[in-house]
């Protein structure tokens, strides 16, 4: 059986492929970083204490992209319209855009307002290619799974989709790059809500997007091999734009496409997690009076850190909430009880990691 007839077989060796190839290439850039001195230096605002290599975005795109040109040629995308497939490219196209800019911060330490210009703009090219939300569906049919025989109550005009898609697209690749302070952070939380588009896209009958997680999720994992505490490299802007960039074209190219009451919600549980703590900073610093890009340590992860957790449970209990919102998610689109029981398992996680905190603080008294 070939991938063009399986896409569950497709997924998979996209997956793998992603992961192996990351987890090979990190190490090559690791060494060429050191050689070539391109490291971050410490500062009080930062957890790291020695310099540190962050160009390990290098080896996510490497086995992103390695991954979905070798599915391609495996006949993965055989079964795939014309539409969907040019979506893949595009997707791919801007993720690499994306990446440039954040590389090219990581290299020259540009200023807020180039990177927001650059980003906009290729927001609108993707855009223009058909990554966009086009048109808004009646919440309640697509609830009872009739949407798909209804058409739009209404499509967007182009300057309100053309909006829309690129407050989208801008706002989670920042809300990524924001969550990237804490070693293994970003990568995981990609990863799992990564893994969550993937199991959403799938349940939708959105296989384009869902090899699209796939390889995203592999290269999270791959990269998580050498970035989880304590980090051997980081995967600066250029990463986490990457990253930040594919997961919100993914949401679009699959549950989004259509922004229905349900295919809307999803995505944005996955996402909702760096979307609010975002937003909470953003308006933090509002208040304030002081620019939104002002760099400070009011993050949620600056915050559970002043808390008493460690960097290891601060890590892996935002792990537990991003995929606590995953299940809820996979709930919502599958409507099984199995992902429900995945949900409360997850809470239950939460509870233990949060308790066990208290525990030890009263010990301690």
């Known amino acids: 059986m070939t991938l063009a007839y399986s896409p569950n077989a497709a997924a998979l060796v996209t997956f793998v492929v992603a992961g192996l190839v990351t987890a090979l290439v990190v190490p090559l850039v690791r060494a060429l970083g050191l050689r070539y001195d391109l490291v971050d230096p410490p500062d009080p605002r930062k957890q790291h204490t020695s310099p540190m290599v962050r160009l390990g975005g290098v080896g996510i795109v490497a086995g992103f992209s390695l991954a979905l ?7 993965g995308f055989a079964d795939l319209p014309p539409d969907k497939d040019r979506l893949i490219w595009t997707t791919l196209a801007g993720s690499l855009c994306f990446f440039v800019i954040g590389l090219a911060d990581d290299l020259f330490a540009l200023p807020p307002l180039p990177r927001l210009v650059g980003q906009v703009a290729v927001a609108m090219a993707v855009w223009d290619q058909g990554v966009r939300i086009g048109s808004i569906e009646l919440p309640f049919e697509s609830l009872h799974g009739l949407h798909q025989a209804l058409p739009p109550l209404l499509t967007l005009p182009p300057g309100l989709s053309l909006l829309a898609t690129v407050v989208w697209l801008v706002g989670i690749t920042n809300a990524i790059n924001w969550l990237d302070g804490l070693d293994g952070l970003a990568a995981g939380v990609s990863g799992i809500a990564a893994i969550g588009l993937l199991s959403v ?60 009451g349900v295919s809307l919600l ?40 002043r808390s008493g957790l460690s960097h290891r449970r601060t890590v892996v209990l935002i792990y537990a909430f991003t995929q606590w919102l995953g299940a809820l998610a ?14 409360l398992a997850t809470a239950v996680l939460i509870a233990a990691v949060v308790m066990s905190r208290r525990s030890v603080q009263q010990e301690l008294r």
């Open 69 to 75: 040109t070798l599915t391609w040629l495996a006949g």
């Open 201 to 260: 896209s799938f349940s939708l009958a959105q296989p384009a997007a869902g090899l699209l997680a796939a390889a995203l999720a592999g290269a999270c994992l791959g990269f998580l091999r050498h970035n989880f505490n304590p980090a051997r490299i980081f995967m600066g802007d250029g990463g986490s734009y990457f990253l930040g960039f594919a997961l919100a074209a993914i949401s679009i190219v699959g549950p989004a496409k259509g922004l229905t």
């Open 266 to 305: 999803l995505p944005l549980l996955i996402l909702s997690l760096p979307l609010a703590d975002m937003s909470a900073v953003i308006m933090g610093r509002l208040s304030e009076g002081r620019s939104p890009f002002y760099p400070d340590r009011r993050h949620l992860h600056h915050r559970l850190l």
């Open 330 to 343: 996979l709930v919502l689109a599958n409507a099984e009880n199995r992902f429900l029981w995945l949900a």
